[in-house]
């Protein structure tokens, strides 16, 4: 882990609310995010984790009732990707989201990852089929699957559509990769792969992942981030929240005694 | 210790008799259960016998090929002709009428009312549409006669006061709502995951309806497409009224007539004598217009096992 760099800022959050209709899910949150970093988010079952993370893509806009106060920065543009102003198409334009659960689409596999492509209006054939190919490559699962690119997706193991997913997310190039518990679902083989994946993908995109599992926050990430009913309790650098946290209730979680 | 044996034993073997007595009402209601389901069973394996058997009568004076591939369907008169096709190329055209109005639209509706309205336009929605499907054919007959008629006439001068074109067009219209209600069902099953995947790649509403819900819901789909196939084909009363009854060997739908059930409902009605082969021509009408339904149900199966939700 690179510890005497200075990151430079991805994303930054200011003074973020967010409400479910009338209750308040996230309370004033600030945080940085860095870039080409790996920011990790724990913190118990209903914390607001995943709630957070959903905010930087803009799928709280999905559903009506749900408002959100402060800020996203978005950098290097500086742009607010919470603003009313700033569609939430552009958004998930350039963040891309890895699901809990692997939610390929009913498509071959060739088509799962073009998906993103032909979403912003690329057709032409040998673009698509090299860009699949090298998505493919990033999300570790070309060798397996090149021999079958028509094969129905949803016909994968679990842990192969999971990397899939990935796949489809890394091929329209985000700036920004969410992942939501994206080992949740998978056994221990499965888990490790995808884990092995979040490090190498770091060097080309900036990694947010919510995850319950504290060796995988310690294993796969540079920055940690604890999260307790809404607030956001202590962020850092992973090596010392995890050897030293400086909030009692971080230690606590950390140590198993709660959550 | 003797009695207390005995009493136990007493106890025992009332327990026994209560097991005895639940078995007995359990198997009785067993009974009464399959009583009930065979009773749909042998209504429609009786059915199939009487077509048959009534239809092989029927075969015993026509060939099966001058069946199959007279170019006339004349039972009633004395130069008799009986060739199934006049009736069936009726059936299929305004069948097909039928379904370009009704596949379209259902779907569409559908896609509006699953993935576009809101909770309330739904609610309000899918009671009336189904409400639609409420209403008696005959008056959507009637509809099609005195109403649907003259305007195409406004836009179609040639066209007959009877003709194909109009009763299927209404046909469609009627077959709407049961497409939509249950594409709907279909697509309202496909998980949220899969559509938020679909939103997070940066895809429209419109884009994820077509390119993610549609295809996970080809199966629902396929099936309300089949249900709508069937009741086109089945249908009697808006044919019998719109659509003219005079046998018609055509392919055009501006043309007036007959298909299958309205000829049977056209020959029932009359008092033919039992046994006569114009009597039994309503069999071996009846027993064609099974089999086409059934190769269109079969075919819906297969496509469903074949495209499956694989969600």
Not at chain 1, 119 to 142: C, F
Not at chain 2, 59 to 69: A, K, N, P, R, W
Not at chain 2, 200 to 227: D, E, R
Request: net charge negative.
């Amino acid at each position: 882990m690179q510890i005497h760099d200075t990151p430079t800022l991805k994303a930054e959050a200011r003074n973020l609310n967010f409400y479910y209709g009338e209750a308040k899910a996230l309370k004033n949150i600030n945080m940085p995010i860095y870039d080409k970093k790996v920011t990790a988010l724990i913190g118990p079952s209903g914390c607001g984790k995943s709630t957070y993370l959903r905010s930087f893509n803009r799928m709280h806009d999905l559903y009506p009732g749900n408002r959100y106060e402060g800020e996203i920065r978005f950098f290097p543009d500086n742009t607010n990707l919470l603003s009313p102003e700033v569609d939430p198409i552009e958004v998930r334009m350039r963040v891309g989201m890895v699901f809990q659960k692997p939610n390929p689409f009913p498509k071959t596999i060739y088509e799962n990852v073009a998906y993103g492509l032909r979403v912003r209006g690329e057709n032409n054939k040998r673009v698509l089929d090299d860009k699949v190919e090298h998505a493919l490559k990033g999300a570790a699962i070309w060798e397996e699957v090149k021999d079958r690119l028509q094969d129905l997706a949803p016909n994968l193991s679990g842990g192969q559509q999971q990397r899939l997913c990935i796949a489809r997310a890394l091929a329209t190039d985000p700036e920004l990769l969410l992942f939501d518990e994206p080992t949740s679902a998978l056994d221990p083989i499965a888990t490790g792969a995808i884990e092995e994946l979040v490090h190498e993908l770091k060097k080309r995109v900036t990694i947010l992942i919510v995850t319950h599992n504290m060796q995988q926050a310690a294993r796969v990430s540079d920055y940690t981030a604890y999260m307790y009913l809404g607030e956001m309790i202590e962020f850092g650098k992973t090596d010392e929240i995890f050897i030293k946290p400086q909030d009692k209730r971080t230690e606590d979680y950390i140590t198993g005694r709660m959550g | 210790m003797s009695a207390n044996n005995a009493s136990d034993l007493h106890q025992v073997s009332d327990r026994l008799a209560h097991n005895a007595m639940r078995h007995f009402s359990e198997r009785l209601i067993e009974a009464l259960l399959f009583a009930a389901a065979a009773v749909s069973v042998l209504t429609t394996v009786g059915i199939v016998y009487v077509l048959v058997s009534e239809s092989i009568q029927f075969f015993q004076h026509v060939s099966i090929v001058d069946f199959l591939t007279d170019t006339q369907w004349t039972p009633l008169f004395d130069d008799a002709h009986y060739g199934i096709m006049v009736l069936i190329s009726g059936t299929l055209v305004s069948s097909g009428v039928a379904l370009l109005v009704a596949i379209p639209m259902g779907t569409v509706i559908a896609i509006y009312l699953s993935e576009f309205a809101n909770g309330k336009v739904r609610e309000v929605a899918k009671p009336v549409l189904e409400l639609l499907g409420g209403i008696p054919t005959i008056v959507f007959g009637y509809f099609a006669l005195l109403i649907v008629t003259p305007l195409l006439q406004k836009v179609l001068p040639e066209l007959p006061g009877f003709s194909l074109l109009s009763a299927g067009l209404v046909m469609g219209i009627m077959i709407v709502p049961y497409i939509a209600s249950l594409s709907e069902d279909a697509m309202r099953a496909v998980p949220m995951s899969m559509r938020e995947g679909s939103y997070a790649m940066g895809a429209t509403k419109l884009y994820t309806a077509i390119h993610v819900v549609v295809p996970a819901a080809i199966s629902g789909l396929a099936a309300s497409y089949i249900l709508g196939i069937s009741r086109a084909v089945g249908e009697t009363m808006i044919l019998a009224v719109a659509a003219g009854m005079q046998p018609n060997l055509t392919w055009n739908p501006m043309e007036p007539a007959a298909t299958i059930t309205s000829y049977i409902v056209q020959v029932a009605l009359g008092d033919l004598p039992h046994g006569s082969i114009g009597y039994q021509t309503i069999f071996a009408a009846g027993l064609t217009l099974l089999l086409v339904t059934l190769a269109f149900n079969i075919a819906g199966q297969w496509l469903r096992r074949r495209y499956r939700e694989a969600y």
